[in-house]
């Protein structure tokens, strides 16, 4: 289902009133987990007014430590749509467990998969058979056809709006969190019409190198960047050293659109 041979045509993705594919770049913004109400209402403004216009929050986070924070859950999701709906942007957010779809899907436009559960398959067919759009991750050691047998089992099980997002895989380099494995975007194009944007905070892991990795991902033809964004990242429950300062994810923004159409 995913194949280009069988659609040659670009898919177009609608998320809300967001149309994600082809050669106009999709921003999705926000911070890596919702932690407040407060906090989801600065972010979502700040980015709305840069240019994003997909509001991200995870709610329930897929933590390395258990002892780590987890997320807020329904609460979580909670303060997500509420920011997306007081700035006008559809909201995507991760699901860990074939018990939450009833639930989380009258609060998401969109629903997450995250790399660790790319090959969950039973969650796949269960979030599939919603029909709502899903984010699929790259898992952290899928290869491409792995991960598009994974679009598959979405697909086969009733969504046939799938985004593919390359999150960089592990590789022996430790310099970085993951490698951004640039080239998958013109193989995924070649191989599916489905679209595929770029994850440059989980590929880097590092601040200061989401900015130049998002504009490596854009230039590659992809059609969309997902990017942690936090208003005081050094008090970040998850992920806030790869976290853009509001400020950052601004010149990224303008920056992008020097270098293609966004949406
Ligand atoms: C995330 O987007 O916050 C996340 C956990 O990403 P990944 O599944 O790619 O690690
Ligand atoms: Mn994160």
């Not at 430590?65 to 909670?78: H, I, N, R, T, V």
């Not at 013109?186 to 200061?208: C, E, W």
């Not at 936090?230 to 970040?236: G, I, N, Q, R």
Request: aromatic share 4%.
């Amino acid at each position: 289902l995913a194949s280009r041979e069988l659609k040659p045509d670009d898919t177009i993705v609608q998320v809300g009133a967001v149309k994600i594919g082809g050669n106009r770049i999709v921003m999705i913004a926000g911070p890596c987990a919702v932690e407040s109400r407060e906090q989801m209402l600065s972010i979502g403004g700040a980015v709305r007014e840069a240019g994003a216009v997909i509001l991200r929050g995870g709610a329930f986070k897929p933590r390395s430590s258990p002892y780590a924070f987890q997320g807020l859950g329904e609460e979580g999701l909670k303060y997500l749509r509420e920011a997306g709906d007081a700035y006008g942007m559809p909201v995507v957010s991760e699901i860990v467990s074939t018990t939450d779809v009833d639930m989380m899907k009258d609060y998401v436009h969109m629903f997450q998969i995250g790399a660790r559960n790319m090959q969950n398959f039973e969650l796949l067919k269960v979030v599939g058979k919603t029909g709502m759009p899903v984010l699929l991750k790259r898992g952290l050691s899928a290869t491409i056809e792995e991960w598009l047998m994974a679009a598959e089992y979405l697909m086969s099980s009733g969504t046939d709006g799938v985004v593919l997002c390359e999150r960089g895989i592990r590789t022996y380099e430790r310099a970085t969190r993951n490698t951004l494995d640039v080239s998958a975007i013109p193989v995924i194009q070649k191989l599916t019409h489905l679209p595929i944007i770029g994850d440059p905070s989980h590929a880097t892991g590092i601040r200061d190198m989401v900015s130049p990795v998002s504009l490596a991902i854009v230039a590659a033809g992809a059609s969309g960047l997902t990017v942690e964004v936090h208003d005081h990242p050094e008090k970040a429950l998850s992920d806030g050293p790869q976290s853009l300062y509001p400020a950052q994810f601004e010149k990224l923004a303008r920056d992008v659109q020097a270098l293609a159409p966004v949406v």
